[in-house]
């Protein structure tokens, strides 16, 4: 099973529609709202997104340590060969 | 160009280089700002959420809003970061020592 | 403030700004309802009315550029996705916002080269 983590926002009406995606292909994440998270997380989330090399838009979605940012319904599907 | 949209707005003296004055002339909010010798004016509503410019900073012709840090060119009224939108600029002249703006000219 | 008229305020300020640079509102009338509604609400928290879309770094210099509408200061890769990151404008000849994807700026630029 691939390791996915989705970085959001809580207004973020495309991070919505990412962890919809996830749900209904079944395929478990560990999601955080970035704008929610305390400030020892955002500091590790905006790490995380820098690594990339990567801004922090949002949703910020990493497949096993594939960075996929912005909802990308094909792009998921390729990394979790579904 | 009418005579008469000239309206007075200060004099020369009373303005130092590098100066904003925020003004209200016939109505409108503007902010007369002087450089060297030369005297601009531009409306002192920010066109991104109509923001005092006048309490914003001057540096050269760039003028910055306080709330957002959007920054505009005095001379052409521009937007730097496109210069599509524009604040609304009036154009000034100086006769007898004193700073007359055109309230028609705006644009 | 009452969030609706706050929320009808905000479109009436942007509108004119996104027309003049190419662009309006997008034709999906739920998202854009949504988008502003959460503008307000993170006007009502931090002062302005910051993209619901993007991350503050709490550095003023990156954060007043995600001041909606970014538009201006993204403009090369807004104008090659056809839309703002959020989807809230998009350009004036899209009619079917659905088709647009979202690309990251990493990829923008890789794309460039
Ligand atoms: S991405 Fe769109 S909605 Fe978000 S701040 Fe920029 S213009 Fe506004
Ligand atoms: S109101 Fe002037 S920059 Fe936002």
Redo the contacts between chains.
Sequence with gaps: MKKVVIYALSTCPWCMKAKKYFREHDVPFEATDYDKADEATQQAIKADCKKHGEEMSFPFVIIDDNAVVGYAPEKYARLLKL | MQEDSWVFAIDVDDMVDGQMKPISLDGQKIVLIRLEDEFYSISNKCPHMGCPLSKGTLKNDVIKCPCHDWQFNIKTGQFIAAKEITVTKYSTKVSDNKVFVNLEGGN | MDPEVRKEQLKE?FLP?VD??GYKLSPDSE?VD??FE?EV??EKEKG?PFC??????GE??HD?KL?CPC???H?EHYDAMKRC???LYVHKDVEDPDLL???????FKMSKK
């Design positions: 300020m700004l003049s640079l998202i949504f988008l959460q609400q993170i302005s619901p879309c993007q991350g503050l770094s003023r210099e007043m001041v538009i201006p200061f403009r990151w959020c989807g994807p979202q690309i990251s700026l990493k990829e």
